[in-house]
C-alpha cells in the first residue's frame, strides 16, 4: 500500500480551510476496484468554516451540503502534529533501553518516547503499523563502516528517511557493584562497541562476547549477577541495570561517530533555507563508464556527494552478459545507495536526478533530510 502525503491549501481568512493528510492508495473496494481514501491529519479553519464543513451558527448539519462537520467523525487513523522538541513522539528503535541508538533518539527528540524492539524489521513495522509516529537505526559508524543489513531493509519497506542523527558514543566498562577490573574474565557488549574498545579489552586480557546491543548486555550481566563479566555500554545503561562504571570513554578513537536514520511514514517537505541532504538508490545497465556516468549527473552540477555504497541485489544476484570475446560473462547484480548535499527543492538535484532517470533501470528516493550539522 502506498502512502501519498497530500495538502488541501486555502486562505484562512477567505473562509477556506487548511487540510492535510494522507492518501491511500492501492486500497480495493469491495468489487476488487482500486479507490483511494484520504485520513485527515488535521485542519485548520478561517472564521467562515461553517460554509465549507456544512454546519450552521448552531452546530447543526446544513441540509445539502456535501461535507459533515469532519470533527464528529470517528477518526480511527488520526494523528495530531508533534511538536519540534519531539514531545509525544513515539520512536521505535532496535535494542533495550539504554542503547546508543535510544541515545540518539533522545538527542534529536528529547521529550520523544522511546519504543524498544528486537529486531531492526520490528522497528520499521512499529512505524507502518502506526504505533510508532518514527524508527530510528543506526546506518554507518566512522570506525567500522556501514551497516549493510539497515542498507536493506531501508529498500525492503516504504517508510522515507525525514532526519540524520550524528552521535558520539562514549563507551563505559560496566561491571556490577563492589567488582574490579582484575576480576573481569570477558566484556560482553555488541560487536561495534567490543571493536571499537578493543585496547582497554586487550590490556585487561579479556574474552570478548556479541550480544544484540550494549544495554542488553548492561541487562544480561545485572539480572544474571555475574560476578566475573564486564559490559561495554552507556553511563544511562550504568545507571538503568544498577551497574558500576570502571572506566569512561574507553573507546580506541575519541571521535567514534555513528550516524543514525530517522524514518517516518510519510516524506518532509524539502527546504532550501538549511542545508538539506539526499537519499537515493538506482540501478544501472552493464557497461564500460556507467557508474563514472551516474557520478557525473552530481559532479556536473557542482553537487557534493557524502555517501556511496553498493549491495548486491538480493532477488537478482547475478546478471548474464553477452560478450562476443568470452562468450556469456556472468556479472555480480548492485543496487547503489548515494546520499548528495543538496535539497529536492533545488533545481540542481531535481535537474540532477531527471538526467540520471534517463539511463538508470531502477531509481528511488528514499528521503530528504536536513543535514545534522551539530558535530
Ligand atoms: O548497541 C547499542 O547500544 C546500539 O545502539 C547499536 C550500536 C551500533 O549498531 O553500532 C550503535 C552505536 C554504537 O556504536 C554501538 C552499537
Known amino acids: 500500500m502506498a502512502l ?27 468489487n476488487g476496484e482500486p479507490r483511494k ?34 470533527v464528529s467523525l470517528p477518526k480511527p487513523l488520526t494523528i495530531s502534529v508533534t511538536p519540534n522538541d519531539g514531545t509525544q513522539v513515539r520512536i521505535s528503535f532496535k535494542g533495550s533501553p539504554g542503547s546508543f541508538t535510544e541515545d540518539a533518539a533522545l538527542k534529536a ?31 554507518e559508524n566512522s570506525s567500522g563502516g556501514s551497516i549493510h543489513h539497515n542498507y536493506d531493509l531501508l529498500l525492503r519497506h516504504r517508510l522515507h528517511i525525514v532526519g540524520e542523527v550524528q552521535f558520539v558514543a562514549n563507551f563505559c566498562l560496566l561491571a556490577r557493584p563492589g567488582i574490579r577490573e582484575e576480576k573481569l574474565k570477558c566484556v560482553l557488549s555488541h560487536p561495534q562497541a567490543l571493536a571499537s574498545s578493543d585496547i582497554v579489552q586487550t590490556q585487561l586480557g579479556v574474552a570478548r562476547e556479541n550480544i544484540d546491543d550494549t544495554a542488553s548486555a548492561a541487562q544480561y550481566v545485572a539480572s544474571n549477577g555475574l560476578r566475573d563479566a564486564g559490559v561495554v555500554a552507556s553511563a544511562r545503561a550504568a545507571e538503568i541495570y544498577g551497574l558500576n562504571i570502571l572506566a569512561d570513554r574507553i573507546q580506541d578513537d575519541p571521535d567514534n561517530i555513528t550516524r543514525f536514520l530517522v524514518l517516518a511514514r510519510d516524506p518532509i517537505m524539502p527546504r532550501t533555507d538549511k542545508p538539506f541532504k539526499t537519499s537515493i538508490v538506482f540501478t544501472l545497465d552493464e557497461g564500460p563508464g556507467v557508474l563514472t556516468k551516474a557520478l557525473a549527473v552530481f559532479a556536473l552540477r557542482e553537487i557534493n556527494l557524502t555517501k556511496i555504497e553498493s549491495r548486491p541485489q538480493k532477488m ?25 548535499e543538496a535539497s529536492m527543492a533545488d533545481p540542481r538535484a531535481q535537474n540532477a536526478l531527471g538526467h540520471l532517470q534517463e539511463f538508470a533501470t531502477f531509481l528511488r528516493i528514499l528521503g530528504c533530510y536536513p543535514m545534522d550539522t551539530s558535530l
Do not use: H
Request: glycine residues 8%; charged residues 25%.
Open 109 to 139: 527528540y528529547p521529550n520523544c518516547e522511546t519504543i524498544p524492539c528486537d529486531e531492526f524489521e520490528e522497528a520499521f513495522k512499529a512505524v507502518e503499523l502506526w504505533l510508532a509516529e518514527k524508527a530510528i537505526l543506526p546506518i
Open 4 to 30: 501519498k502525503c497530500v495538502a488541501v491549501m486555502g486562505w484562512p481568512d477567505s473562509g477556506r480551510s487548511i487540510a492535510s493528510g494522507v492518501v491511500f492508495n492501492g486500497v480495493r473496494n469491495s
Open 37 to 70: 481514501i484520504f485520513v485527515s491529519l488535521g485542519r485548520f479553519s478561517g472564521p467562515a468554516d461553517n460554509q465549507k464543513t456544512g454546519k450552521s451558527s448552531t452546530g447543526n448539519d446544513v441540509p445539502g451540503k456535501l461535507c459533515r462537520n469532519l
Open 316 to 340: 537478482r544476484a547475478l546478471r548474464v552478459v553477452d560478450d562476443s570475446n568470452t562468450g556469456r560473462a556472468k556479472y555480480f547484480d548492485y543496487l547503489f545507495y548515494i546520499d548528495f
